[in-house]
């Protein structure tokens, strides 16, 4: 072969290797466009889902896990109301349990019929515990709708932990309440959750300027102690009785799980019954004085033997 012609040869190689690796330096370039791209394309996906997530979101006990839902929640609630009349007739008094206190005022009513009115928060623990006793003792003369579970509150905006933290319990946000016997009106002002921009939780429903009035007017000394104004659970059995506070130390649910509490509910021997029925026997008595011992499956002779006690 000549010299010309190896010459050509191997302009032609190195042409055909410069070739190759231009083409393998763009296949790089490509490839790294795409995992960059693919990266971007991940990251913006994470940003788009945190911002769905968050502007879908709404504060409040919706976006909590707050206890049973589905089937499980409808067992809960159906153990809840059905407490056997013999359980509740043998705790009576039950243990450890305040009475409901008498006061006087114009009674209070609506459509005919007395009313009682709660006013509390979700994030508060003796809430939670007199929750309990009033979905118990309301059972015996109505029906519940829309009961659901929450707990009470961890801490508060401001980071400060809370007494009786996570007690289990429910919620009347969304219940409605029915019976020919009476009217159950109820207000949760306050969310369990913590709203740290304000140090507090974020807010849910706001008494009426009647409801107000009634705080003003009973939710103050001598009806609580000195340095209590404003306490909750706040519970008025028309104007003739009234509950501020928990009726039993709540320290008794702690640790407890929905389940347990309810099933506690049907033993009289359980120290939960104890408090619980026996609080709600006290709420059962403060309503049967409301409504003329009316209806006898609820206003017993165990319960009537409480209303001179209250």
């Known amino acids: 072969m000549g010299k010309a012609s190896r010459t050509k040869v191997e302009t032609s190689r190195r042409e ?4 190759q690796q231009a083409a393998a330096r763009r296949a790089d370039q490509r490839r790294r466009i795409f995992i960059a791209s693919g990266s971007i394309i991940v990251v913006l996906v ?10 879908s979101s709404k ?4 976006n909590t896990p707050n206890g049973p839902t589905g089937s499980a929640l409808t067992s809960l609630i159906s153990t809840t109301t059905s407490v056997p009349a013999s359980t509740l007739d043998a705790v009576g008094a039950g243990s450890g349990v305040t009475p409901p206190q008498s006061i006087t005022g114009a009674a209070l009513t609506e459509n005919g019929k007395p009313e009682v009115l709660y006013i509390g928060a979700e994030y508060c623990p003796y809430c939670a515990a007199e929750r309990w006793a009033l979905v118990v003792a309301l059972s015996r003369f109505g029906t519940w709708s829309g009961l659901a579970t929450v707990h009470s509150a961890q801490q508060n905006g401001a980071g400060e932990d809370e007494p009786y933290p996570n007690t289990p319990t429910w919620t009347f946000l969304n219940a409605t309440y029915s019976s020919p016997y009476l009217t ?6 306050y969310t369990n959750v913590p709203d740290t921009k304000n140090n507090f939780y974020y807010p849910l429903q706001t008494p009426s300027t009647a409801e107000n009035a009634l705080l003003t007017k009973y939710d103050v000394p001598p009806h609580v102690p000195a340095g209590d104004q404003g306490a909750i659970p706040f519970v008025d059995f028309g ?3 009234l509950i501020a506070g928990a009726s039993y130390d709540p320290g008794l649910l702690a640790g407890l799980t929905w389940a347990q509490v309810a099933a506690d509910l049907s033993n009289p021997n359980s120290s939960v019954a104890k408090a619980v029925d026996g609080t709600a026997n006290y709420i059962t008595a403060a309503i049967c004085s409301l409504t003329g011992n009316a209806p006898a499956s609820a206003c017993t002779s165990a319960v009537q033997s409480l209303e001179s006690q209250i």
Request: proline share 4%; hydrophobic share 50%; aromatic share 12%.
């Open 16 to 19: 055909k290797i410069a070739a």
């Open 46 to 55: 994470i940003v788009v889902v945190f911002v769905v997530v968050k502007l």
């Open 59 to 62: 504060p409040g006990s919706d």
């Open 184 to 189: 159950f009106n109820h207000v949760e002002t």
């Open 239 to 241: 104007n003739k009785y």
